[in-house]
């Protein structure tokens, strides 16, 4: 039997806790979600995400180990984000795990929620190759990386402002679609016309992003048309320019830095648009196009317990605790 370990993410809304083998198979993966606790803000609201963490974590764990149908004995390891998040949500999971881990005598392992994303192409099955260039887009953070390997990796650029799926967010909140903006507004762009001439921020500057500037130039449009019945045109122009600055950019990467794979993660990921424009680019580059199904495209603890296995061993040799793991540079 390969080695299990025990993730727990809980650096936004989702709590969630997840069984994962070293092989990347997935036991187990129990999201309790919040979606309906912050509905009614168009966002997420922090002491209320905190809040619905503490009640929600330690059946999460049960259902999870229940799901795989171990007992806590039979892991090897606890994975927890210990961060970026907010910081009521993560002290949560954080406390959560050193309880267990005490109680288990188990070791607990801080990961980098990050890592988790970059790392989350090879739940299930081994799918990336490297040397490997990722595009990670999500809620809280966009930007370009190049990995030699599963633990060597390079930050080639990343946004100076706002990140992707934070845009999509505010602008799903302009056309009153909801939240999150994402697949709403994705959805409407597909029955509309790029007709409006949105800017591409910083196309022309290397591998950095920055988003808040078209942003902006969604809500001057709506404000200078507040009788605008064009919300379709709206949201497919400005699907196009945020697909043109990531697709540019991520060639720009792959030009630069020969890579096996081009790996996509966060939750952005699942846009069917960016998916489509990433296949054109990588037939024409010859590149293996590596999307991880839509269920790890977004926060889950399964990647949190898969990136822990790249650390389990030193952590262990080091009688670690996650103490001692806040300590270790992992990205
Ligand atoms: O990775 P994720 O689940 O959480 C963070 O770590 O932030 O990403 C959430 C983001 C949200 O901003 C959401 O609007 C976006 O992913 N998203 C999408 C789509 N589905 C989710 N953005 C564009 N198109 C989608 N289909
Ligand atoms: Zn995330």
Known sequence: MSDLILGIETSCD??????????GRVLSSVVASQLEVHA????????????????????T?????????????????????RGPGLIGSLLVGLNTAKGLGLGWNKPVIGVNHLRGHLRSADLEQKRVKYPATILLVSGGHTFLAHMKSAIEVELLGSTTDDSVGETYDKVGRMLGLGYPGGPVVDKLAKTGNASIPF??????????????????????????????????????????????VLIKKSERALRRYPSKSFVIVGGVAASPQLREAAQKLCKSLEVELC????????????????????YVDLAIDKKANADLQLTIKDF
């Not at 995400?49 to 503490?54: E, G, P």
């Not at 800017?199 to 078209?214: I, Q």
């Open 61 to 81: 764990v049960h259902e999870a180990l229940k799901k795989a149908n171990i007992t806590p004995d039979e892991i090897k390891a606890i994975g927890v984000t």
């Open 40 to 59: 009614e803000f168009g966002g997420i609201y922090p002491e209320f995400a905190a809040r619905a963490h503490i009640s929600s974590i330690l059946p």
């Open 291 to 310: 999307l991880p199904p839509l269920r790890w495209s977004t926060d889950n603890a399964a990647m949190i317990a898969l990136a822990t296995f790249d």
């Open 199 to 244: 800017p591409r921020p910083v196309l022309h500057k290397d591998l950095e992003f920055s988003f808040s500037g078209l942003k902006s130039a969604v809500s001057r449009y709506l404000e200078a048309h507040p009788s605008a019945d064009n919300y379709a045109d709206v949201a497919a122009s400005f699907v196009e320019a945020v697909m043109e």
């Open 14 to 23: 989702d709590t969630a806790v997840a069984v994962v083998a070293s092989d």
